[in-house]
């Protein structure tokens, strides 16, 4: 079982920078994805980025030159965020997706983080 929590949300203003955290705990297979989705109130959830075990990186092309991906420390990925727009708002989600056989395919979510963007 892995358990993530994301962490960094709250409220900034138009134009302005959030930092994201999501850290797993558990048992992580050695080869996997690292997901962050948002979710609008009325609206589905969307992806926003994602980063291999490698290190490969890929984004939606609404935050692309924004944000920026990363691993940290010991089962912990960010997501920075510059020049945020109001459509930015939502509840960000963290996922992690095994790719190593026997759990290959399984996907494991945290409970979510508001962002906020207001003046």
């Known amino acids: 079982q892995v358990t993530l929590v994301e962490s960094g949300g709250g409220l900034v203003q138009p134009g302005g920078s959030l930092r994201l955290s999501c850290v797993a705990s558990?048992?992580?297979?050695?080869?996997?994805?690292v997901a962050w989705y948002r979710q609008a109130p009325g609206e589905e959830r969307e992806f926003v980025a994602h980063?291999?075990?490698?290190?490969?990186t890929s984004y939606a092309d609404s935050v692309q030159g924004r944000f920026t991906i990363s691993r940290g420390n010991a089962n912990s990925w960010t997501l920075q965020m510059e020049s945020l727009r109001r459509d930015d708002a939502a509840v960000y989600y963290c996922?992690?997706?095994?790719?190593?056989?026997?759990?290959?395919?399984?996907?494991?979510w945290g409970p979510g983080t508001q962002v906020i963007v207001s003046s």
């Open positions: 996922s992690l997706e095994s790719r190593t056989i026997p759990r290959f395919g399984t996907t494991w």
């Open positions: 558990g048992n992580i297979d050695p080869y996997y994805v």
């Open positions: 980063i291999g075990s490698g290190g490969t």
